[in-house]
């Protein structure tokens, strides 16, 4: 047993491999167990075929049959560009305003029975390219202060749709971690997140490298088999590397073809820099194969597989 702690945050891990059991122990036989076999569900609104059931369109990417990603605004947000943006304080606790934002659907692909996971370096491209698009059409708005693309696969990780969809949000504020990592990051004038990788490329915890990316899973990882995805280059937005999206798209679609073997529901969150600081863009992805208690909801957590361990799995160990 082992307690380690965040790169730079303020968060404590036990790493509890007196509890560690083999990959295959944590494969999920519930998860994702409503998605149908069929192609075409005519009760989905993300089916090709029923876009009349979505809000009106924002934006598409068409194929030879039809459009292969298309995104709009969600049903229901839970942001929206009404009201009040900025926050005010009452009696120096009660902070408050409107929940001003946006808030967009993307649908990944037309057909109702296939997952991210599925797809190839084309789709999870021009996904990339549509985050990119539509956060520089979101941070239009001075209003919004950053803008988190992310996806949810799977209901314990929060999905109401089985149908395989991202989400954006741009918000009035800077989530809290986010703006942390930030901070930390900059502390002693040079981003600390390009030391950390120049560390966890030849570490045991890194997953796979390439020319401009590096994937490795993270020393005080929260979650089981969590990743991390970071370019090399010290950027902070994706336009600032559109020219390697295929690159990029390998590692994604490495790591989630790897959680397939555990039919493991997972979140994605891409994390860009808040407008006008300065934040190594990377890609985090969370496992979602344990159940938090009391030591998580404290802020501390527990993770019984050590993420060296991990990495071994990702980079072609048995999931046996």
Excluded at 43 to 58: K, L, S
Excluded at 61 to 77: S, V, Y
Excluded at 97 to 117: D, R
Excluded at 204 to 224: H, K, L, Q
């Amino acid at each position: 047993m082992e307690l380690r702690k965040d790169y730079l945050l303020d968060r404590f891990v036990f790493i509890a491999t007196n509890r560690s059991r083999r990959p295959k122990d944590f494969v999920n036989p519930k998860s994702n167990e409503t998605i149908e076999e069929k192609e075409y569900n005519e009760n989905c609104p993300f089916c090709r075929g029923n876009e009349g059931m979505t809000p009106p369109e924002i934006g598409r990417i068409n194929g030879n049959d039809g459009w292969e990603l298309r995104w709009f605004e969600n049903k229901f947000p839970i942001t929206k560009e009404d009201g009040e943006a900025d926050i005010n304080t009452d009696d120096n606790f009660f902070a408050y305003s409107n929940a001003f934002g946006i808030h967009e659907v993307v649908v990944e692909m037309p057909k109702h029975n296939m997952q991210l996971w599925d797809s190839d370096i084309w789709r999870v491209s021009n996904l990339l390219r549509v985050f990119m698009s539509e956060s520089r059409r979101v941070y239009q708005n001075d209003k919004i202060r950053y803008v988190l693309p992310f996806k949810n696969h799977g209901k314990e990780a929060g999905t109401s749709l089985a149908h395989s969809h991202s989400q954006i949000i741009g918000m009035n504020h800077i989530p809290k971690e986010i703006y942390e990592k930030t901070i930390k990051s900059n502390r002693y004038g040079s981003c600390e997140y390009c030391r950390i990788i120049s560390i966890e490329r030849n570490s045991a915890r890194r997953i796979i490298e390439t020319g401009n990316f590096v994937s490795f899973t993270p020393y005080a990882s929260i979650n089981n088999y969590e990743a991390l995805i970071f370019p090399k280059k010290h950027v902070r937005f994706l336009e600032e590397i559109e020219q390697n999206f295929d690159e990029l798209s390998e590692h994604i679609l490495f790591i989630l073809k790897k959680l397939k073997l555990l039919n493991s529901p997972y979140n994605i969150e891409l994390i860009q820099s808040p407008k006008n600081l300065n934040l190594h863009l990377h890609i985090e992805i969370h496992p979602r194969l344990s159940i938090w208690g009391g030591v998580e909801l404290s802020g501390s957590y527990v993770n019984v597989v050590a993420p060296e361990d991990a990495a071994l799995f990702y980079r072609g160990g048995s999931i046996d």
